[in-house]
Nanobody, 124 residues
Framework: QVQLVESGGGLVQAGGSLRPSCAAS????????MGWFRQAPGKEREFVAA????????NYADSVKGRFTISRDNAKNTVYLQMNSPKPEETEVYHC?????????????????WGQGTQITVSS
């Protein structure tokens, strides 16, 4: 069983920068693709970004392309989400997740383990 713990959330001004991270334990981290999702109250959880096990492939939601960057450090069992120029409407709980083995996708059902999330609030 893998445990995922997000950190680095908090308050950021619109146009600023923030880099939440997700530390994994309990599974061979480097073997699995990872993703970031976000969820606002009363809304469905939506895909933000994904990264392959090696870091060589990434994918982003259109809404964050050019502003957010997903990366990973397999030596530290950690995945990051560099958020540049966030917008107030992106105030949500951000979750990291482990992609199911053999998959490369961005739907909730493609992921089989989730962190508890970290709140990110973007002020205007």
């Amino acid at each position: 069983q893998v445990q995922l713990v997000e950190s680095g959330g908090g308050l950021v001004q619109a146009g600023g920068s923030l880099r939440p991270s997700c530390a994994a334990s309990g599974r061979t981290f480097s073997s699995y693709a990872m993703g970031w999702f976000r969820q606002a109250p009363g809304k469905e959880r939506e895909f933000v970004a994904a990264i392959s096990w090696s870091g060589g492939s990434t994918n982003y939601a259109d809404s964050v392309k050019g502003r957010f960057t997903i990366s990973r450090d397999n030596a530290k069992n950690t995945v990051y989400l560099q958020m540049n120029s966030p917008k107030p409407e992106e105030t949500e709980v951000y979750h990291c997740a482990v992609m199911s083995p053999g998959l490369w996708g961005w739907d909730n059902k493609d992921y089989d383990c989730w962190g508890q999330g970290t709140q990110i609030t973007v002020s205007s």
